[in-house]
C-alpha cells in the first residue's frame, strides 16, 4: 500500500462549528456625566409617578383609577366611560406619531431614557453595585466558585430584587384596583384571584426583564431596533464616533500629542465599550442594539480631560455634519409629524372639552308593537338608560320632537341620577289614533333640569296601525 493510500484510508475529522455564541453577561461599568444625569432625573422622575399617583387622592376617591368592573376610568377630575373609547383610540396615536416625531429628530430618545425596560434594568443596576460592588469586583464574583461570600451577596441581591418587583406589581394592579383596598388585602393574605394574579406576573416579568434579559430584550424582542431606521435619516441625531479624528487609536502617554505619534484622538481605552449596557463598541458605527443612552459619550468626555484633549470624540451629531455639511432639523419629516401632532393634540383636547356630558340609550318593548289604549290612543312602551357621566347628582327631563300630538303619558318626568350612575327606567308614548298610520321616526330629547341645555337628542321609531 502506498503512502498516498494510506492517506486516502485515515478516518477524516469532523469539527462541529456554532453559528450561536454564547451569552457573556454584561457587566456596565458605573458612569457619570451629563447624559447619565440626565438619565437618572428621568429614572427617578418616572418612577416616582408610577409608584406615587395610585396613592394620591381627588374629591375623595383614588385620583387615577382604571376601575374595569364599574367601567369607569377615573383620571383625576375627568371620568371615561366605555362610550369613551375614541379618546383611547386618540392617545395611542398621538403616542406613536410622537415615537415618529422624536425618533427622527433624536434618534432612539425612548430607548434611552424613558423605555420601561431601560429605566427598571437602571434601577436593578443600581442595586447590584450597591450590594456586589463596582464593575470589576462583581465580574470578579461572577467567575469565583460558590463561597459563602458569594452566595451572601447572591441571596441578598435576589431578596431586594424580589421584594421590589412585588412592590411593582402591587403598584401596576394599584391603578386598577383601589390600592388601600388591594395593600389591606395583602396585609390580610387574602388577595383575590386576578389582582393576585396581575401582581405575580407583571413582579415577575419586571424580575424577569430587568433582573436577567436586560440587554436581550433590546436585542431580540424589542420589534422598535429592527425598524427604527426606517425612521432615520442623514439629519437625524444619532450617537456617533468621529472616525476622520479619532483614527488611527492607540495608547500613549498622557499629554502626547497625537499627530507627533501619527495617531487620532482615541487612546484605545474601551472605557466606552464597558460603560455600554448592550455591550457593544459605538467605534464600529451606528448598530440596532445602541439604545441611545449617552453613557459612551459621558465615558468618552471624561476620558479626553483626562488626556487633555477635547470632548466631542464620541457626541450626538448627524451624518451630514460629519460630512461637513449643514443639518436640517426643520425638513419636510419633521415638519408633518409636528403638524399632525399638534393637529391631533388639539382635536383630542376639543373633543374633551365639548364631550357628551350624559348618554341616553332606547330600547323599545319588544313584547308588543303598539297597544290601543281605552283613551282612543296609541301607546308604545320604551326603556330608557340615562348615564350621567359627571360625578355630581343631576336631575334630567325629556321632550319629544319630530311627532306632532306625541306625549308621554303622565307628562314629562322629571329623574334624579346620581353621579356616575345608569338610571334605568320605562316611558309610554301615547299619540291619539288616527294620527299617523304604519309608523313614523321621533327623537327623545334629554333636558339638563339645572340649566334648561339639550343634552342631546336619540331617535327612535313609533309604530301605529296601518
Same mark, same amino acid.
Not at 362610550?83 to 395611542?92: N, P, S
Not at 464620541?314 to 451629531?317: A, C, G, L, S, V
Not at 299617523?436 to 309608523?439: D, F, Q, T
Given at each position: 500500500m ?11 475529522k469532523?469539527?462541529?462549528?456554532s ?6 453577561? #454584561?457587566?456596565?461599568r458605573?458612569?457619570s ?13 418616572l418612577?416616582?409617578l408610577?409608584?406615587? %399617583?395610585?396613592w394620591l387622592?381627588w374629591d375623595g376617591r383614588?385620583a ?9 376610568f377615573y383620571?383625576?377630575g375627568l ?9 383611547? +383610540? ?5 403616542? *406613536?406619531l410622537?415615537?415618529?416625531f422624536?425618533?427622527?429628530?433624536a434618534?432612539?430618545?425612548?430607548c434611552?431614557?424613558?423605555?420601561p ?6 434601577v436593578f ?9 463596582d464593575r470589576n469586583?462583581r #465580574? ?11 452566595i ?11 421584594a ?5 406589581g ?5 391603578f386598577?384596583?383601589? #390600592?388601600?383596598?388591594l395593600?389591606h388585602?395583602v ?6 384571584g386576578?389582582?393576585?394574579f396581575w ?11 430587568a433582573g436577567?434579559?436586560r440587554?436581550?430584550?433590546c436585542?431580540?424582542m424589542c420589534p422598535?431596533?429592527?425598524?427604527q ?6 439629519? +437625524?441625531?444619532?450617537i456617533t464616533?468621529?472616525q476622520k479624528?479619532g483614527?488611527?487609536?492607540?495608547a500613549?502617554?498622557r499629554?502626547g500629542?497625537?499627530a507627533l505619534?501619527?495617531l ?6 474601551t472605557?466606552?465599550v464597558q460603560?455600554?449596557?448592550t455591550g457593544?463598541?459605538?467605534r464600529? *458605527?451606528l448598530?440596532?442594539?445602541? #439604545?441611545a443612552c449617552?453613557?459612551?459619550i459621558?465615558a468618552?468626555? +471624561?476620558?479626553m ?7 466631542g470624540l464620541?457626541?450626538?451629531?448627524t451624518q451630514?455634519?460629519l460630512?461637513g ?5 426643520f425638513?419636510?419629516? +419633521?415638519?408633518?409629524y ?6 391631533i393634540?388639539?382635536a ?8 357628551k ?5 332606547i330600547i323599545?318593548?319588544r313584547?308588543a308593537l303598539?297597544?290601543e ?5 296609541i ?9 350621567n357621566?359627571?360625578m ?10 319630530g ?5 308621554i303619558?303622565?307628562?314629562?318626568p322629571h329623574?334624579? %341620577?346620581n353621579?356616575g ?5 320605562a ?7 288616527g294620527k299617523?298610520?304604519?309608523?313614523q321616526?321621533?327623537r327623545? %330629547?334629554?333636558?339638563d333640569?339645572s340649566t ?14 296601518p
Open positions: 502506498t503512502a498516498s493510500d494510506e492517506s486516502h484510508s485515515s478516518p477524516v469532523e469539527e462541529v462549528v453559528f450561536y455564541a454564547k451569552h457573556e453577561k #454584561i457587566h456596565p458605573e458612569v456625566g451629563r447624559f447619565s444625569r440626565l438619565r437618572r432625573i428621568a429614572v427617578f422622575a418612577l416616582g408610577f409608584y406615587l %399617583v395610585p387622592s383614588q387615577v383609577l382604571f376601575d374595569l368592573p364599574a367601567r369607569k383620571i383625576w371620568v371615561l366611560w366605555p362610550q369613551d373609547f375614541i379618546f383611547l +383610540t386618540w392617545l395611542l396615536v398621538l403616542l *406613536g410622537s415615537l415618529f422624536f425618533t427622527a429628530l434618534g432612539r430618545l425612548w434611552g431614557y424613558a423605555c425596560q431601560t429605566v427598571w434594568t437602571e443596576l443600581w442595586m447590584e453595585r450597591w450590594i456586589e460592588g469586583r #465580574i470578579k464574583l461572577e467567575r469565583a466558585g460558590w463561597t459563602p461570600e458569594k451572601r451577596k447572591k441571596v441578598a441581591k435576589h431578596a431586594v430584587w424580589i421590589f418587583s412585588l412592590w411593582t402591587i403598584s401596576f394592579v394599584g386598577f384596583v383601589p #390600592i388601600g383596598t395593600i388585602d396585609a390580610r393574605g387574602d388577595v383575590s386576578w389582582p393576585l401582581t405575580l406576573f407583571y413582579g415577575g416579568a419586571t424580575y424577569a426583564n436577567f434579559m440587554e436581550q430584550v436585542k431580540y422598535y431596533a429592527r425598524f431606521s426606517a425612521m432615520f435619516d442623514r439629519d +437625524t441625531l444619532i464616533y468621529d479624528r483614527e488611527p487609536r492607540g500613549r502617554a499629554g500629542d497625537p505619534l501619527g487620532g484622538d482615541c487612546v484605545d481605552c472605557v466606552c460603560v455600554c449596557p457593544i463598541d459605538i464600529n *458605527g448598530q440596532y442594539e445602541c #439604545i449617552a453613557a459612551c459621558d468618552c468626555d +471624561t476620558v480631560d483626562k488626556v487633555g484633549y477635547p470632548r464620541i457626541r450626538y451629531t451630514h455634519a460630512d455639511r449643514k443639518t436640517h432639523i425638513r419636510g419629516r +419633521t415638519l408633518v409636528a403638524s399632525l401632532l399638534m393637529l393634540f388639539l383630542g383636547v376639543v373633543g374633551l372639552i365639548h364631550r356630558t350624559a348618554d341616553l340609550d323599545r318593548d313584547n303598539y297597544r289604549t281605552n283613551n282612543d290612543e301607546e308604545n312602551v320604551y326603556l330608557l338608560r340615562i348615564l357621566k359627571q355630581q347628582s343631576r336631575t334630567f327631563s325629556l321632550a319629544i320632537e311627532l306632532d300630538y306625541a306625549r303619558d303622565g307628562g314629562s329623574w334624579l %341620577v353621579g350612575e345608569v338610571y334605568t327606567t316611558i309610554r308614548i301615547d299619540v291619539p289614533s299617523i298610520h304604519g309608523g321616526t321621533l327623545l %330629547v334629554l333636558i333640569d334648561g341645555k339639550r343634552l342631546l337628542a336619540e331617535k327612535a321609531r313609533f309604530i301605529a296601525p
